[in-house]
């Protein structure tokens, strides 16, 4: 059985430009290196979306790898050193869209189970669960392959998402939660009319402010364990409205909030309701609501499975990273309902950038890893 090299099968997987929801060939380049590894390998496919779930062996515990194929936009591609999706490598660093975020993890994934099954057989099964929904609106990713694999009954012990999770050097952060996120979208109808008779009109941008700062005046929480406080962000207001002597019929406004596990999407919503409602009744104008609840938080007790990852990472590269909680979301408020799950990857820094980049050596470092998180696993089971 063939060992992968990590840097290969990354400039291989760039040169798809797989720029969310298309895939371009990326997971079938997925699935056929992980069919020469022996992997009985499922495509999951959800409106078009195409999902990969491959597993190695029938035993238990079972140690799976979560990654995703599509990426973000290029932006301006004149913007670029090189083409976003050649791969060109200078002075032993790879460039190209997808390089942290996080085709380069999926490459070293894979080049470690390569290395792992050179010297034998784990005492278990290996799996892959790979979306290509995770940079969109992640509704026909993960999502609907937790929900799929749940229903069927497949067990999975522990899973390490290979996000770029690394802050400033390689290995100092692996994420052990994350925060939940709900978008939220409100918009208040009114009255137009013109200035000069405001009894004739119902102005709504008033109502929308008194009720954006009722929401943005609470303090949601002080923190809890592991978190930050949660917090609320306004995104815009909008009333597209061109003239100067014309009160608008309708005004809206969106905003995200950030929330630890003092919260969850259905008490926030409920809130937000309640809020509306209070203001609707007051003003006498139509207030509606609509949310996008991306997950609730998260967070993997440290413990046995943790430990073995950090120890992975000092033992390779002699820092002890540190477990946080900070940063965005993840396809991991997903993949908790199947088993615990943290994340451990790649420096991303340049994730989503112009010139987003990985050095060959970060690549192969992080293949040292890997390899070790594997066979630490399974020594301890």
Known sequence: MAVVDPVLLTRALIRKPSVTPADEGAMDLVQAELEALGFACRRMTFEGIENLYARRGTASPNLCFAGHTDVVPTGPTEAWSSDPFAAEVSEGVIVGRGAVDMKGGIAAWIAAVSQVLANGEPKGSLSFLITGDEEGRATH??????????????????????????????????????????????????KQGHV??????????????????????????????????????ITTLDVGNPATNVIPGQATGRFNIRFNPAHTGASLMAWIEEEARVVEAASGQKVTVEFLHSGDAFLTQEGPFTRAVQDAVQAELGVRPEASTTGGTSDARFIRALCPVLELGLVGQTMHQIDERVSEADLHAITRVYARVIRGFFAQS
């Open 196 to 233: 000069a008779y405001p009894e004739r009109g119902a102005n709504p941008i008033p109502v929308l402010l008194d009720l954006m700062k009722r929401l943005n005046d609470r303090r949601l929480d002080d923190g809890y364990e592991a978190f930050q406080p949660s917090n609320l962000e």
């Open 141 to 190: 990713g993960t999502k609907l392959v937790v929900e799929q694999l749940l229903a069927e009954g497949e067990r999975i012990d522990a899973c390490v998402v290979g996000e770029p999770s690394s802050l400033q050097v390689l290995g100092d952060t692996i994420k052990i939660g994350r925060r939940g996120s709900l978008n939220v979208w409100i918009t208040v109808t009114g």
